[in-house]
């Protein structure tokens, strides 16, 4: 994904904005007053926001790799005094930032596990900034079409060679809902709760384009003459 078009992900971010909702609805009824709140991955910022806005929420950290989402979060999305935002890794959050351990009542984390190539390391770092009984909401994206479409497009005969050696940074958790879940409790977690569930989102076609083109994060390499069509031709491949 091309996360330097932070503006294009802000506007196209319907299937994020959508699950971000789904999974903080898990914390209906377990808010208490003072909660300290970390968010992993914030992206922009957006429900991280609406988590602050909340009256039994005392602060928030949100914590991003990327210093544009960091910049971007902080432009738009930001209450002084109750919000901080910080550009670290969450795979080594601890290490770098201690002050972080034992922190938190609550950590949230929307659509963006998959980002991180080791997951275990991130969730040993999400427990390890949860203060004794913290709670935490996780949603993890285990297939994707956008996956499926990047790995046919790699193979495909006219795209595989302009792809080669690509990554497309997505490192969909390559077991089921239960083996993440008891991967979950490997790190420490206790109490571990798994929902699972398809995603379908109807969308008109300027935003199918738009959320397309964030997350096929190919487009970056190639040439701007090619984008269009190979985004027209990706629809293809991914509907076939
Ligand atoms: C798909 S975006 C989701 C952002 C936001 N939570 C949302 O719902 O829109 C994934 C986010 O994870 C961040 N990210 C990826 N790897 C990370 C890491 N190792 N540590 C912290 N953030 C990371 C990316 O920079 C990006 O902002």
């Known amino acids: ?25 898990l914390l209906d009824g377990h808010w208490r007053d003072g909660d300290v709140v970390l968010d ?14 909340m009256d039994n929420v005392s602060s928030v950290i949100d914590v ?33 930032h201690p002050q972080l351990c034992n922190r938190f009542t609550k950590v949230v984390s929307f659509f963006c596990f998959h980002r ?14 949860l203060s004794d009984g913290g709670e935490c909401a996780i949603h993890v994206v285990y297939k994707s079409a956008a ?8 193979r495909h005969e006219k795209w595989k060679h302009q792809l080669q050696g690509f990554n497309d940074g997505l490192y969909m958790f390559p077991g089921s809902p239960e083996e993440f879940a008891e991967s979950v409790r ?4 206790t109490e571990v709760k798994c929902y699972s569930g398809d ?41 076939a």
């Open 40 to 53: 992993v991955g914030c992206g922009t910022g957006d429900e991280t926001k609406m988590i602050a806005e």
């Open 116 to 129: 991180f190539e080791n997951q275990k390391d991130a969730l040993k770092n999400v427990y390890a900034c």
């Open 147 to 154: 996956k499926d479409t990047n790995k046919q497009m790699n």
């Open 199 to 239: 995603m379908t989102i109807i969308y008109s076609a300027e935003q199918m384009k738009g959320n397309s083109m964030n997350t096929l994060s190919y487009f970056d390499n190639i040439s701007n003459t090619t984008r269009e069509f190979l985004l027209i031709r990706s629809y293809d491949v991914h509907a």
């Open 1 to 25: 994904m091309n996360y330097s078009k932070v503006d294009s992900y802000s506007k196209h971010r319907h299937v994020q904005h959508n699950a971000a909702l789904q999974t903080l609805s």
């Open 64 to 96: 991003d790799v990327l210093t544009q989402m960091i910049e971007y979060a902080k432009k738009h999305n930001k209450i002084t005094g109750k919000m901080e935002y910080l550009h670290a890794d969450v795979c080594t959050l601890v290490e770098d």
């Open 186 to 189: 490997e790190c420490g977690f």
